[in-house]
């Protein structure tokens, strides 16, 4: 199976999926379409993911990268009372530039940013995200493209030499943390940086 998905590929595959799921007409579905609304509850987010890693032999991030977030940022710099703090908003921002920061006079809940990451375009990005993540070629000499192995791994023809596929919880991990290194520390007034970099 080839790695190199379109965007277009990938809605379809999604599509078909959510439909086999919920058992509901994938014709039905778009990428401004949310699971929730389509009848998905939490059991069925759940097959939905399984059903996504095996399609496509990636693997799903557990947590958000505001939960991620928690092992690096001082706790109140993201978000507060169920809002995002301007802070949060920057970062939510670069990760999901199409999200409408505007909405509601600038106030962002917890609620919304977890309703938007149910946006079947979300889905969709996220998953060539990872694909993007993913091996593609041999380490070893041989050099050769990789092809599908045991689950999470990719495996050589040649060699039959398997590499790991990196997960979703570890490519949100090294992100935020390259976020709050090179764009939040560098930014924040003297006071935060030093009191959040010795935490």
């Not at 791994?153 to 030499?161: A, D, F, G, I, L």
């Not at 520390?185 to 006071?191: E, I």
Request: net charge negative; charged share 30%.
């Amino acid at each position: 199976m080839s790695l190199n998905f379109t965007h277009d590929e990938v809605l379809e595959r999604l599509r078909q999926i959510i439909g086999k799921c919920l058992m509901i007409d994938p014709e039905s579905i778009t990428e401004d379409s949310y699971l929730n609304d389509l009848g998905a509850e939490s059991l069925d987010l759940v097959d939905i993911s399984f059903s996504c890693e095996d399609e496509f032999n990636v693997l799903l991030p557990e947590k958000n990268i505001f939960e991620a977030g928690k092992a690096f940022f001082k706790e109140g710099t993201l978000q507060q009372d169920g809002f995002l703090t301007e802070e949060g908003k920057k970062l939510l921002k670069t990760r999901m530039p199409d999200f409408d920061i505007s909405m509601n006079d600038g106030r962002v809940s917890m609620v919304e940013v977890d309703r938007s990451l149910l946006r079947v375009g979300a889905w969709v990005r996220m998953i060539l995200g990872l694909l993007e993540s993913t091996p593609k070629v041999c380490v070893e000499e041989c050099d050769t493209p990789l092809v599908r192995g045991r689950p999470g791994y990719m495996k050589c023809p040649s060699c039959q030499r398997e590499q790991e596929i990196r997960s979703g919880d570890s490519i949100n991990n090294e992100w935020v943390q390259n976020y709050y290194e090179k764009e939040y520390l560098p930014n924040a007034v003297p006071s935060e940086a030093i009191r959040d970099a010795i935490q």
